[in-house]
C-alpha cells in the first residue's frame, strides 16, 4: 500500500518556468513534510520541508503548499533552472525518523 | 570530509553469493538506516539503528542482515543474493532523537548487480 502518492512520474519544463510537483497521504499520523532532490548517481538530499501546522515554507525559489484537510501538500520551483533537473521525492513521517518516500518525479528543465 | 560514505560503489556478484556494503558517517549522528532504492527509484527504508540497537526493522528477508559496530558505522550483509536484490542501497544517518524533523543524510550509494 503506497501510503504516499506523488505525481507526475516526470515533467519537462523550459528554463525560468514553474515546475509544480504533489503528493498526497493517507496515514493521518504524518506530521512532517520533507522534500528529498536526487541528482544522477548521487544519494538524496533534502531540500525543503514543513510541518502541518503552517499552510506554506517558502526557501528561494523553492515553496511547499501543505493542505492538511485535503492531504495534500505540493513543491513549486519557480524560475525553474536547468540545474534542478533531478529526481524529487516527497516524504513524510509520523514520528521516529522513519520516512514514507512518495514515487519520485523526474524533472527536465529545457533551455 | 565525506559526511556519509559507502563501500563499494559498484557490486557486480553472481547469484548465491553472500556480500557485505559498509557504511561509516563522521557526522556525529546516533541514528542510522539502509534504504533500498528499486530500478524505478523507488526509495524504501529496510534498516535503521539508533546508536547500535536496531530500532527499525522493515519487512526485509532474513537473508538481509545489518550489523552496527559502533554508531558511526552500519554494514549490511547479504546472504544467498538473488536477482531481485539487484538495486541501489544507500546508507544514511540523522541525529537521534523523539523528533522526527531530523535531516537524514544519505551516502552516495552502492549498486549491486546480480547476475
Known amino acids: 500500500q503506497q501510503q504516499v502518492k506523488q505525481s507526475p512520474q516526470s515533467l519537462i519544463v523550459q528554463k525560468g518556468g514553474i515546475s509544480i510537483i504533489n503528493c498526497a497521504y493517507e496515514?493521518?499520523?504524518?506530521?512532517?513534510f520533507p522534500w528529498y532532490q536526487q541528482f544522477p548517481g548521487k544519494g538524496p538530499a533534502l531540500l525543503i520541508a514543513?510541518?502541518?501546522?503552517?499552510s506554506e515554507k517558502k526557501e528561494g525559489r523553492f515553496t511547499i503548499s501543505f493542505n492538511k484537510s485535503a492531504k495534500q501538500f505540493s513543491l513549486h520551483i519557480m524560475d525553474s533552472q536547468p540545474g534542478d533537473s533531478a529526481t524529487y521525492f516527497c516524504?513524510?513521517?509520523?514520528?521516529?525518523?522513519?520516512?514514507?518516500f512518495g514515487t519520485g518525479t523526474q524533472l527536465k528543465v529545457e533551455l | 570530509d565525506t559526511a556519509v560514505s559507502q563501500t563499494p560503489k559498484y557490486l557486480v556478484t553472481q547469484m548465491g553469493n553472500d556480500k557485505s556494503i559498509k557504511c561509516e558517517q563522521n557526522?556525529?549522528?546516533?541514528?542510522m538506516y539502509w534504504y533500498k532504492q528499486d530500478s524505478k527509484k523507488f526509495l524504501k527504508i529496510m534498516f535503521s539503528y539508533n546508536n547500535k540497537e536496531l530500532i527499525i526493522n522493515e519487512t526485509v528477508p532474513n537473508r538481509f542482515s545489518p550489523k552496527s559496530p559502533d554508531k558511526a558505522h552500519l554494514n549490511l550483509h547479504i546472504n544467498s543474493l538473488e536477482l531481485g536484490d539487484s538495486a541501489v542501497y544507500f546508507c544514511?544517518?540523522?541525529?537521534?532523537?523523539?523528533?522526527?524533523?531530523?535531516?537524514?543524510?544519505f551516502g552516495p550509494g552502492t549498486r549491486l548487480t546480480v547476475l
Open positions: 544514511a544517518s540523522s541525529q537521534a532523537g523523539l523528533a522526527a524533523y531530523n535531516e537524514q543524510f
Open positions: 516524504a513524510a513521517t509520523g514520528g521516529g525518523n522513519k520516512l514514507t
Open positions: 514543513i510541518r502541518p501546522d503552517v
Open positions: 496515514n493521518t499520523a504524518f506530521d512532517y
Open positions: 557526522l556525529g549522528h546516533d541514528t
